[in-house]
């Protein structure tokens, strides 16, 4: 398996992980993980056509890369573990994160876990005003392009790469036309949480700004052109 390729060659091989539930399986080679899910049409069209979206090598959004599969393609103990949903089809998604330390804004309700979050998934580093504007340029392209979540608030989580740039990983796409939220608002509404809790940074943060000492010569240059000015 390898980055272009996100999901084990042997389906056969895989275990159940044990941080996944009962409603959401979650299965594991032993170094990635992912969620056994069963999709409606309509979650399943969407789901698809985001984890098919290309939005460049150097993009923030992550969003988890998605595979239609059969529950006959697990081992006969997993199958009796993993159940089909009627009228649905099974994917297998990429878990992401697939390790501790997102920050979520809906994980973290008290101020010691916000903060831990914060040191560990952040790394201390607050989100950057030019990663939100490029963030909300992403999302912008991906609605373009028919890609709609309208669920962010509870399905995002950022973090810090190894080498510092920022992640913000994204997962369970539906696009319920019955539900009117809409993507970029509830970006931006996101970002206005996280600066309120200062793990993003401000756009309206003012800085004063540095003074020019006025110029002597210049100054007795214009009085010297007033005085010439004045009538007699």
């Not at 962010?152 to 190894?162: A, D, I, K, M």
């Not at 509830?186 to 309120?196: M, T, V, Y």
């Not at 052109?225 to 007699?232: I, K, V, W």
């Amino acid at each position: 398996m390898d980055e272009k390729n996100p999901f084990p060659d042997d389906l056969k091989s895989l275990k159940i992980d044990p941080t996944g539930n009962s409603k959401l399986p979650k299965v594991t080679d032993g170094k990635r993980s992912w969620f056994v899910k069963n999709l409606n049409p309509r979650e399943a069209r969407m789901t698809l056509m985001a984890s098919e979206a290309d939005l460049g090598p150097d993009a923030i959004t992550h969003i988890a890369k998605a595979k239609p599969i059969d529950s006959s393609d697990f081992s006969a103990e997993l199958q009796k573990r993993i159940y089909d949903g009627y009228g649905c089809q099974m994917f297998l998604i990429e878990a992401v994160p697939n390790q501790h330390g997102f920050y979520q804004l809906t994980d973290h309700t008290s101020a010691e876990e916000k903060d831990r979050a914060f040191n560990e998934g952040l790394r201390g580093i607050p989100i950057t005003v030019e990663e939100q504007d490029k963030i909300i340029a992403e999302w912008e392209h991906l609605n373009a392009t028919g890609v709609n979540h309208r669920d962010l608030g509870s399905n995002v989580g950022f973090q810090r790469r190894p080498d510092g740039t920022l992640e913000m990983g994204v997962w369970d796409f539906d696009d319920d036309e019955d539900n009117d939220r809409d993507d970029l608002e509830n970006i931006r509404s996101a970002f206005e949480e996280l600066q309120e809790a200062g793990t993003a940074e401000s756009r309206t943060k003012w800085t004063k700004p540095e003074l020019k000492k006025p110029d002597a010569e210049a100054g007795q240059q214009a009085r010297k052109n007033r005085t010439r000015e004045t009538p007699d």
